[in-house]
DNA sequence: GAAATTATTGACCATTTGGTCAGCTTTCTT
DNA sequence: AAGAAAGCTGACCAAATGGTCAATAATTTC
C-alpha cells in the first residue's frame, strides 16, 4: 500500500477528491450564471462552502479550477455519439444520438452553459481540444455517415454540418432556456417542453435526413 | 426648428450621435469578445477610440452603455421574420427567413455573439423584452404556420420548437464560430461554410416539414 | 462678442479583485 | 508518542475596476 492506493483509496486521498469534487460542483452552478470574468473567487468559495484560500490551496489559480472544470465538461461532451456505428440502423443511431443530448441538455444544462460561454468567446482554453478529439471525431462519425449515405440508406446531407445542426438544436434547450422559458411563459424550460423539443428535432432530422421514426 | 431638429438636425446633434455609434461599435465588438463583466471600460474606451471619461459623459454607467447596445440589437433581432405572413407560400417563406437569419450570422457575429451572452447568462436585461415584444411575435408567426398546417399546406409542426430549432441552427454559425472552424479547420466561418451550413438548414427544416424547395 | 451651454479629459478615489502567506490543526508514519 | 506531512484559513497585498470631478475647450445663443 506504499504508493498504489488506487483501488478504494487511503481515507486522505478520498476526502481529497470528494473536496475537489465539491468546489468544481459549486463551481460549475457559479461560472454557468456568471462567465468567467464574472465569477469572483469569493462567489466561488461561497458556492463550494469553503473559505477561499481552501480554493487556491486545491486549484492555485481561478484559471487552473477553470480549466479542471473544462476538461471534465469536454469529456462528457465527447462521450454521447457511441449510438453512430457503421452497423447501427440509420434512423435509430440518430433518434439515440439526439435523445442523449437532450438528456445533457435537461440533466446538466450548467455544465452546458460553462461549455457555451467558453465557445462563445472564442474557446480561449478549449480550442485545442477541439482542433484535436473533437474534430477527429467528427471526422470519424462523418465517415459513418457517407457510408450509410453512398449505400442509399439515407438522403445525402453534408456530415459535419448536421452535426452542427443537432448540436445547435439540442443544446439550446440548456444554453438559451432562458429564451425559451421567456417565450413559453415558463421560469424555465421544463418537461413537456423538452418532449416537444425532442419531437421537433427528431423530426427535423428524421425526415431532413429522408428516414421513418425507428419502429420499436 | 426650435425643438424639432430631427430632418437633418444641427452639426452639434449630428456630431453627438455619431460619436454615440462610434462608442456602441466599439463597444459590440469588445462585449462580443468579453462578455459585460469581461469587458472594462477602458477596453471599451480604446475600442471606441476615446478617453474613458468620455463614456461616462455619454452614457453615464457601462450598464447603460450595455443596455442601450442590447435595445439596439434586440430591435434587429426581431426585424427578420416580415416573409412568414398567411398569403405567402410556406417553403417560400421559410426558405427567406432562414437565409435571412444566416445573412444575419454572417454580417454580424459579433451583435448576435453580445444577444447570446445575455441570454446565456439568463438575460437578466432583457427577460422582460423576450416575454413582451419575442413572445408576442413568437404567438403571432406560430398563428401563421398554424394556418398552413390546418390548410395542408405543410407537415404538422410545433411552431414554436420549430422557431427555436431554426434560431439555434442559424446563430450557431455566429455564437459558436469558434468550434465549427476548429472542427472544419479554419480560422472562422468562411463563406462556403456559410453556403453548406444554410443547404443543411433548409433541407432539415423543409423536408421535416414536407416541403419541397422552392422552385425559382 | 460675451454669456451660457455642451463637450472633453487627466487626475483622482473607494471598492473589489485574484492571489499570498504565516501559523494553526489534523492525520499519517514509524 | 513524537515527528513529518498534508490540510486549512484569517489577515493581508498590489493591481485593476467603475465611477467622479474640477478644470478646460469648443459651440451656440442672444
Same mark, same amino acid.
Given at each position: 500500500?506504499?504508493?498504489?492506493?488506487?483501488?478504494?483509496?487511503?481515507?486522505?486521498?478520498?476526502?481529497?477528491?470528494a473536496r475537489?469534487?465539491?468546489?468544481?460542483?459549486?463551481?460549475?452552478?457559479?461560472?454557468?450564471?456568471?462567465?468567467?470574468?464574472?465569477?469572483?473567487?469569493?462567489?466561488?468559495?461561497? $458556492?463550494?462552502?469553503?473559505?477561499?484560500?481552501?480554493?487556491?490551496?486545491?486549484?492555485?489559480?481561478?484559471?487552473?479550477?477553470?480549466?479542471?472544470?473544462?476538461d471534465?465538461?469536454?469529456?462528457?461532451?465527447?462521450?454521447?455519439?457511441?449510438?453512430?456505428?457503421?452497423?447501427?440502423?440509420?434512423?435509430?443511431?440518430?433518434t439515440?444520438?439526439?435523445?442523449?443530448?437532450?438528456r445533457?441538455?435537461?440533466?446538466?444544462?450548467?455544465?452546458?452553459?460553462?461549455?457555451?460561454?467558453?465557445?462563445?468567446?472564442?474557446?480561449?482554453?478549449?480550442?485545442?481540444?477541439?482542433?484535436?478529439?473533437?474534430?477527429?471525431?467528427?471526422?470519424?462519425?462523418?465517415?459513418?455517415?457517407?457510408?450509410?449515405?453512398?449505400?442509399?440508406?439515407?438522403?445525402?446531407?453534408?456530415?459535419?454540418?448536421?452535426?452542427?445542426?443537432i448540436?445547435?438544436?439540442?443544446?439550446?434547450?440548456?444554453?438559451?432556456?432562458?429564451?425559451?422559458? $421567456?417565450?413559453?411563459?415558463?421560469?424555465?424550460?421544463?418537461?413537456?417542453?423538452?418532449?416537444?423539443?425532442?419531437?421537433?428535432i427528431?423530426?427535423?432530422?428524421?425526415?431532413?435526413?429522408?428516414?421513418?421514426?425507428?419502429?420499436?
Open positions: 500500500m506504499t504508493q498504489a492506493g488506487n483501488a478504494q483509496a487511503g481515507p486522505r486521498a478520498r476526502q481529497r477528491q475537489i469534487a465539491q468546489i468544481l460542483a459549486g463551481a460549475e452552478r457559479v461560472f454557468a450564471e456568471a462567465g468567467f470574468e464574472g465569477a469572483s473567487m469569493s462567489e466561488l468559495a461561497a $458556492a463550494a462552502g469553503l473559505p477561499k484560500a481552501n480554493l487556491h490551496y486545491y486549484f492555485g489559480t481561478k484559471e487552473a479550477l477553470y480549466t479542471t472544470l473544462l471534465s465538461i469536454l469529456a462528457l461532451w465527447l462521450s454521447a455519439t457511441d449510438s453512430i456505428r457503421p452497423e447501427a440502423e440509420p434512423a435509430e443511431a440518430l439515440a444520438y439526439i435523445r442523449a443530448k437532450m445533457w441538455s435537461r440533466e446538466r444544462p450548467q455544465a452546458s452553459r460553462v461549455f457555451a460561454n467558453e465557445v462563445l468567446h472564442g474557446a480561449p482554453y478549449l480550442r485545442s481540444h477541439l482542433a484535436g478529439p473533437l474534430r477527429a471525431l467528427v471526422q470519424e462519425k462523418s465517415a459513418v455517415l457517407e457510408g450509410w449515405i453512398a449505400a442509399g440508406r439515407m438522403a445525402p446531407v453534408d456530415p459535419p454540418h448536421l452535426f452542427f445542426s448540436w445547435a438544436m439540442t443544446q439550446t434547450y440548456a444554453d438559451f432556456g432562458a429564451q425559451i422559458g $421567456a417565450v413559453l411563459d415558463l421560469p424555465e424550460p421544463d418537461a413537456d417542453c423538452f418532449a416537444r423539443g425532442t419531437d421537433t427528431l423530426q427535423l432530422v428524421l425526415r431532413g435526413c429522408g428516414l421513418e421514426p425507428p419502429g420499436r
